[in-house]
């Protein structure tokens, strides 16, 4: 990997194809700037090509080429939806479009919400020192292509204040209303000192979806992220998470992902305060055309930080788990305490899971570990449980739900976790045999 | 109750037989013990009665009152009230031991056809059964056997069978790594649970608890065969003098 990457002509081929046709959108003023300067920097790194090295793992053909890939509705059978029974305000979007009457006001004690996509705000919006901010800051050392065009593309997002202690936690849905929909959100979360905030994510949003993430965790806050990415077996998703951490702080995110022929969740924390905690965290299933990666860079750059990265993948019938995740501890960032913990269960032969776990220190007095392993299902503890007249599926799907555990233990709050369990038990329980 | 007729089992994988022809009768309401050389197929015999993989039978049968168990998942044989305390219990790292329990027990009702257990009723009956045998709520709530010590795992296999509360019992060496207090315990766990409608098959090395669980028949496992059965006797026999001259006299 490397920052300035040279250009092939196929790089810049593929990069008009995209841009051709497509405009900077009319968002507030104070975000043209930003958006401007992404288009730029765009120009100069091209879009990802499989011979990236950032991209080995998973082709980013289809989340470049000028049109999505058509994804068929999912037909949502009968069963609740994720957070349905967590109260929240929730903030909806069609493909990618805000649909005010299906959400709630923007309006929550202890937070200020707002639209990327509205026009009538000033030059002075809190969201410039923040937006396409630390974006940037996070395309050093390896470029993320795919979230200078959301910086530059998006027409709308989610722009968070929390100055308080936030009332209920803030969910959005992102449903998917038509099969060849191709969105793009960007999202702002600052959480000043001493606030918190839950924002919940749920759905798969569109044919293709392009989100990105940016949340400024200032001293003594706290956010905690919990999503799930939709059930829709065909659609293709690339996610960015860009967080900044102060002093004290606690970041936490976890992610479900279940179906999807194609994710690519990056997530990347720069540890700036000390004494600051990040737990990055998902539980990934799939059955079949799934093809899914998890790509985190934590950076430390303090002192007496933890940051954990817990990643779960339960894969069968051909399906492909990823994870390339980075622990960074630069000079000085003594005391830190780094894990990393990447595990694929694969229930069948064809499945495959492919990790690149990395550690690169630079400060003598830290504990860093991490480990990645891929298995399959103990048959000791498969006989003992069938022994015990547990039916072979109930066996199998307990020992899953099992493996996934301590992933879903990164949850902060115990309902929303449940919430959580119960749609990967209901998602084993659609595939028994 | 337990029926098997000249028995024969191989592994899947080798070559090697080691049941070579095995009988063994167990009336409803008996406990018999089976003793025998370290590799004499005791163990397997009790895997092959509860159904695991790696087994090939090439003769004979075995069947629980009547019905033929070798055909059977091994979930239909713990529903049809065959229950194996396992020689070396199994750990299961993220299954929380009161989930374990519960899910077996209900499982079992279910495929019987019967009412599941309530959660308050689960937890009342389990509680009393975990505290004659000194199980505390601590291990109740870890993970199956995870961390246990060898003689709480053993213990942990009998409150299983209190819990699941099986026809036809199968202890394997369950006395193995066992305090004197606690084979106590286990034995009057064991106890309590004998009945007229239920057998046991107690598979030892040592007379010491078959000092606590009384056996009406020992039978003496060897080769792959029951070469020798008697009263409670045999068991001395064995402590005393070894199997010498029992193999000499049945060779
Ligand atoms: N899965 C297996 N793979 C290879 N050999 C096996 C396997 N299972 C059993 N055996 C062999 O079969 C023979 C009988 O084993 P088994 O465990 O039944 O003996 P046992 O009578 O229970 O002995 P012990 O008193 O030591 O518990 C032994 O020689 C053992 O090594
Ligand atoms: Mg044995």
Redesign the pocket.
Known sequence: MSGTPQKSNRSLASLNALLSGMELPESGPWAQAARADALTRLNVVGLPARRDEYWLFSRPDTLIQPEPVTAPLFKDADDAAVFSDIDQLQLVFNDGVFDADASDDLALAGVEISRLADVSAGDNHWATGLYGVLETNGQSPVSRPLAILNTAFAPDGILIRVTGKAGRPIGLKYNQVSENSDAMLHHVVQVEAGATLTLLENGGGAARLNTVLEVDVADGAAFNHVRAQGRNHERRAATHIFARLGAESVFKSFTLTANGALTRNECVVDVLGDNAIAHIAGAAVGDGDFHHDDTVFITHDSLNCESRQVFKKVLRNGATGVFQGKILVKPGAQKTDGYQKSQALLLDGDSQFLAKPELEIYADDVACSHGSTSGAIDDGALFYLQSRGVPLGLAQDLMVLAFMADALQEIEDEDIAEDIRSHLEAWLVRRRD | MLNIKGLKVK?ED?D?V?LKGLDLDVPAGAVHAIM??????????S?VLSGRA?YEVTGGSATLDGIDLLDMAPEDRAAAGLFLAF?YPVEIPGVGNMTFLRTAVNSQRKARGEEEMSATEFLKTIRAKAKTLKINADMLKRPVNVGFSGGEKKRNEILQMAMLEPKMCIL??TDSGLDVDAMKLVSEGVNALRDEGRSFLV?T?YQRLLDHIKPDVVHI?ANGRIVKTGGPELALEVENNGYADILAEVS
Do not use: A, C, V, W
């Open positions: 592994l080798e090697k080691i025998g050389p370290n590799g004499s197929g005791k163990s397997t015999l895997y790696g020689q394997d060496e598979i090395h496992l």
